[in-house]
């Protein structure tokens, strides 16, 4: 008898999408794509609002807190609070995840930074935003704090960022 009223109801189910057109109905399939990207959009998401609270913290040389972040000191931090693990030296964090393209760049990759294109690392900062207008970053800068920047406008800054990672995925 159990039997029976299941498969009615499963009828029932199956019956009323096809009659309320909801085509697009689809079963849920566990560890499905779907669902790992929009989880993943959803922790950049976490993490780029996360950051974006430590605004005008100001600098400090190894700083890791909110009393004062230096640029990897900042990552360690914000990456820290979602469990992902990073070196407090940015030439060492350049290292950790894996490589990204500038055009697939997405909020919460790590962009580094180089004076000379053969040169050593010298600076981390966090992607916010890559669209049109070009990457925006979040950063500890030693002159004005943690500040927001698109990278791409800055005469400073375009001609030395080197190397996106994402830290995210790892």
């Keep these: 008898m159990k039997k029976i009223q299941i498969i009615f109801y499963l009828g029932a189910i199956l019956l009323t999408y096809s009659l309320l057109g909801c085509s697009s109905f689809q079963p849920y399939q566990p560890g499905g794509s779907t669902s790992k990207a929009v989880k993943?959009?959803?922790?950049?998401?976490?993490?780029?609002?996360?950051?974006?609270?430590?605004?005008?913290?100001?600098?400090?040389y190894a700083g890791m807190s909110p009393k004062g972040f230096d640029c990897s000191g900042?990552?360690?931090?914000?990456?820290?609070n979602f469990g992902i693990d990073l070196t407090h030296q940015s030439g060492v964090q350049e290292?950790?995840?894996?490589?990204?393209?500038?055009?697939?760049?997405?909020?919460?990759?790590?962009?580094?930074?180089r004076k000379r294109k053969s040169g050593n690392v010298f600076h981390v900062a966090l992607v916010v935003s890559n669209g049109p207008e070009g990457i925006r970053v979040i950063h500890a800068t030693s002159s004005r704090g943690v500040v927001i920047?698109?990278?791409?406008?800055?005469?400073?800054?375009?001609?030395?960022y080197a190397t996106i990672r994402n830290v995210i995925d790892q």
């Design 95 to 113: 290292t950790e995840g894996s490589p990204v393209s500038p055009r697939d760049a997405q909020p919460g990759d790590l962009v580094f930074f």
């Design 40 to 60: 993943e959009d959803g922790l950049r998401s976490e993490i780029v609002t996360y950051a974006r609270k430590y605004e005008g913290t100001r600098y400090k």
């Design 149 to 160: 920047d698109n990278i791409e406008e800055s005469s400073y800054w375009s001609s030395k």
């Design 74 to 80: 900042f990552t360690c931090y914000v990456m820290g």
